[in-house]
């Protein structure tokens, strides 16, 4: 299986363009959101991070499937 370069970087692309929405709109809502980031257990953040992974497997397959 080869890599498609092109899609590779547009998906970059984009998840940076999404990151940098809140940073840019809105920074003090991004600070209280880091702190409560850091706040949280480990096992809490294994898990909002698995479904995130989940939830991002679920619509590549639905987009690319």
């Known amino acids: 299986m080869s890599i498609a ?5 547009a998906a970059l692309g984009l998840l940076l ?3 940098g929405i809140l940073p840019f709109l ?4 991004l600070r209280r959101a880091y702190e409560r980031l ?3 257990n480990d096992a809490a953040l ?13 619509v ?3 987009v690319r499937g």
């Open 26 to 29: 809105s920074p003090p809502s």
């Open 38 to 40: 850091a706040s949280m």
């Open 5 to 9: 370069w092109p899609d590779f970087a």
């Open 60 to 62: 590549l397959w639905l």
């Open 17 to 19: 363009v999404l990151e």
């Open 46 to 58: 294994r898990v909002a991070g698995a479904t995130s992974m989940i939830a991002g497997l679920a």
